[in-house]
């Protein structure tokens, strides 16, 4: 098993920018791809970007490209989320997951086995 734990929520103007990270503990993060969720109140949760087990393959929704960066440091047994020019459509409680089963990783929310609390992201207008 793996335990995460993200952190690094907050509020922000519109235009600015948050690193979220998420760190595991038990098992080696090197043997998980490894993706970011977010989910807005009433809405589904939803894929925001993966990234493989080397760190070697990303992948990202539509609407983040360009403005959102996923790294990892398997050595720090830590998965960043780097979120620059935010705007108030991104706000929603942020979830790191962790896939076992996958090398690349995968946007489906249904594969992932282990997710984080979550941590809040607020962008105000």
């Known amino acids: 098993q793996v335990q995460l734990v993200e952190s690094g929520g907050g509020l922000v103007q519109a235009g600015g920018s948050l690193r979220l990270s998420c760190a595991a503990s038990?098992?080696?993060?090197?043997?998980?791809?490894m993706g970011w969720f977010r989910q807005a109140p009433g809405k589904e949760r939803e894929f925001v970007a993966r990234?493989?087990?080397?760190?070697?393959?990303?992948y990202y929704r539509d609407s983040v490209k360009g403005r959102f960066t996923i790294s990892r440091d398997n050595a720090k047994q830590t998965v960043y989320l780097q979120m620059n020019s935010l705007k108030p459509e991104d706000t929603a409680a942020y979830y790191c997951?962790?896939?076992?089963?996958?090398?690349?990783?995968?946007?489906?929310?249904?594969?992932?086995?282990?997710w984080g609390q979550g941590t809040q992201v607020t962008v105000s207008s």
């Open positions: 997951a962790a896939d076992g089963t996958v090398i690349i990783g995968t946007e489906n929310v249904n594969e992932y086995d282990y």
């Open positions: 990234i493989s087990r080397s760190g070697g393959i990303t």
């Open positions: 038990g098992r080696t993060l090197s043997m998980y791809a």
